[in-house]
């Protein structure tokens, strides 16, 4: 079975308030077994446009991807992001698995 990813750009506007979120999120993760794969780093923009910061996230298949974003204990870190404190990109994806 595919893995499922999330794939985030975000632009931080109050790294206060996305303390929180991050500090927040940890529990959705934990609970649907989030496992980092980029979290930041160095990145060069080759083509169309970029973020200043890049998330990937991957879960053992598609479906706990989509059941973690909608998860109660996502929901509640999101309204820390709320009232401007970050403006992003995110999709959720199946991965390709394939010989």
């Not at 053992?60 to 870190?77: F, G, I, K, L, M």
């Amino acid at each position: 079975m595919a893995k499922g990813y999330w794939i985030a750009r975000v632009d931080v506007h109050d790294e206060d308030a996305y303390g929180k979120y991050r500090d927040a999120n940890a529990a959705a993760f934990g609970k649907y077994g989030a496992r980092f794969v980029v979290r930041g780093g160095n990145f060069e923009t080759m083509e169309g446009t970029s973020r200043a910061r890049n998330v990937v996230i991957e879960f053992d298949n598609y479906e706990t991807a989509v059941e973690c974003y909608r998860s109660p204990e996502y929901q509640h870190a999101m309204q820390f992001r709320s009232g401007g404190a970050s403006e992003g990109d995110l999709i959720i994806i199946e991965g390709y698995d394939a010989p």
